[in-house]
């Protein structure tokens, strides 16, 4: 029976560490493009705006998380809540919600797009964490 050497399990360590801080750059980018998009948001319609500030707070205290010692059910939140981010940004150019959003024609922009991206990357990046 193979057991592991301490050189292994440190090179397993410093990989996961690696991953869970490139999960927290990735959240702490999409907090930074939320609040940019925050003031627009809010001048359209009230309802989106404060929805970009609570994913704004949400994606910072996750990044913070994830730089100091996330658990488990960290983790699990954060794939769970950034998927909840890439499917509202679908579904939300997929159907027009002209009263909720304000918007009658719903643009991808860049910038948009990137938001949608980095929560994308932090499902994997932090799937990948919790399957190794």
């Keep these: 029976m193979a057991t592991m050497t301490e050189t292994s399990k440190i090179s397993l360590i ?3 560490s690696m991953i869970l801080y490139a999960a927290a750059a990735l ?3 999409s907090q ?3 609040l940019w998009l925050m003031p ?3 001048v359209f319609a009230f309802l989106p705006g404060i929805l970009f500030l609570v994913v704004s707070i949400g994606q910072g205290l996750l990044g913070v998380r994830l730089l100091f010692g ?6 699990r939140f954060g794939i769970l809540f950034n998927l909840l ?3 509202a940004w679908v579904l939300t ?4 919600f002209p009263n909720v959003t304000g918007a009658v024609d719903p643009q991808i922009g860049v910038i948009e797009l990137t938001a949608a991206v980095t929560a994308v990357g932090i499902v994997i990046l932090l799937v ?3 399957r190794q």
């Excluded at 996330?70 to 983790?75: D, E, H, S, V």
């Excluded at 150019?93 to 027009?96: T, Y």
């Design 70 to 75: 996330p658990g488990t059910w960290m983790i």
């Design 27 to 29: 959240a702490f980018t």
């Design 32 to 34: 930074a493009i939320h």
């Design 14 to 16: 410093e990989n996961e």
């Design 128 to 130: 990948h964490s919790v």
């Design 40 to 42: 627009d948001k809010i």
């Design 93 to 96: 150019r997929l159907v027009s």
């Design 85 to 87: 981010i890439a499917s």
